[in-house]
C-alpha cells in the first residue's frame, strides 16, 4: 500500500516538533508554529519540487514560521503570564543519568540560537550538510563552520557544567 502524502507529513510531526521546541524554547508555542507549518505544507502542497525531501521542505516553512512569529513579537510585543514550559523528555529514573541529561540539556541551551538550530539539524535530525544550508539559506562550507563552532561551544559548556561546583 502507497503512502499519502498526507502519512508522510504525519511521520515528520515529530521531528518538526522537536526543531520548533529548539527553535522557540516553549512547548506550548513550538506546536503552534508546527500548526502553522502544516497549514502552509497543506495550502502549498502542489509547491513541492518532486525529487526535494518532505523532511527538509517541511524544516524551511517550519523555519519560516518562526521568522514570521518572530517578527510579529517584536512589532506586537505581549508579556508572559504563564512563563516559559520547559519540560524535560522523558527520561529514565537512573539518578545520575538525570543530572547528567540535566547538564547536557542546559548546556545545549545556553549555546547561541544558530549552534543549537545546526546541531539539532545535522547531529539529531540527520540531516546532510546540504539539506541543512538549504534549510537555512546559507552555504554548505557555512553548515560546516558553525557545526563545528556549535560541538566546540557544547564541549566547552558542558566541560564548565562539570568544572563548576554545586
Same mark, same amino acid.
Given at each position: 500500500?502507497?503512502?499519502? $502524502?498526507?502519512?508522510l507529513?504525519?511521520r515528520?510531526?515529530?521531528? &518538526?516538533?522537536?526543531?520548533?521546541?529548539? &527553535?522557540?524554547?516553549?512547548? @506550548?508555542r513550538?506546536?503552534?508554529?508546527?500548526?502553522?507549518? !502544516?497549514?502552509?505544507?497543506?495550502?502549498?502542497? @502542489?509547491?513541492?519540487?518532486?525529487?526535494?525531501? &518532505?523532511?527538509?521542505? =517541511?524544516?524551511? $516553512?517550519?523555519?519560516?514560521?518562526?521568522? @514570521?512569529e518572530?517578527?510579529?513579537?517584536?512589532?506586537?510585543?505581549?508579556?508572559?503570564?504563564?512563563?516559559?514550559?520547559?519540560?524535560?523528555?522523558a527520561?529514565?529514573?537512573?539518578?545520575?543519568?538525570?543530572?547528567?541529561l540535566?547538564?547536557?540539556?542546559d548546556?545545549?541551551?545556553?549555546?547561541?540560537?544558530?549552534?543549537?538550530?545546526? =546541531?539539532l539539524?545535522?547531529?539529531?535530525e540527520? =540531516? @546532510?550538510?546540504?539539506?541543512?544550508a538549504? $534549510? !537555512?539559506? $546559507?552555504?554548505?562550507?557555512?553548515?560546516?563552520?558553525?557545526?563545528?563552532?556549535?560541538?566546540?561551544? =557544547?564541549?566547552?559548556?558542558?566541560?564548565?557544567?562539570v568544572?563548576?561546583?554545586?
Amino acid at each position: 500500500m502507497a503512502l499519502t $502524502i498526507v502519512d508522510l507529513i504525519e511521520r515528520e510531526i515529530p521531528r &518538526l516538533r522537536r526543531y520548533a521546541r529548539c &527553535l522557540v524554547r516553549d512547548a @506550548d508555542r513550538a506546536d503552534d508554529v508546527v500548526q502553522e507549518c !502544516l497549514v502552509r505544507a497543506r495550502d502549498r502542497i @502542489d509547491t513541492s519540487q518532486p525529487g526535494t525531501r &518532505l523532511r527538509a521542505w =517541511l524544516f524551511v $516553512i517550519l523555519r519560516t514560521c518562526h521568522i @514570521d512569529e518572530v517578527r510579529r513579537a517584536r512589532s506586537h510585543p505581549v508579556e508572559d503570564i504563564a512563563g516559559s514550559n520547559n519540560r524535560s523528555p522523558a527520561i529514565p529514573e537512573s539518578q545520575d543519568l538525570r543530572v547528567t541529561l540535566g547538564e547536557i540539556r542546559d548546556a545545549f541551551l545556553r549555546l547561541k540560537e544558530e549552534h543549537r538550530e545546526i =546541531l539539532l539539524l545535522v547531529v539529531v535530525e540527520e =540531516l @546532510d550538510y546540504q539539506e541543512a544550508a538549504d $534549510i !537555512l539559506g $546559507i552555504p554548505v562550507g557555512r553548515v560546516r563552520s558553525r557545526l563545528s563552532r556549535a560541538r566546540q561551544a =557544547l564541549r566547552t559548556a558542558s566541560l564548565d557544567s562539570v568544572q563548576t561546583p554545586r
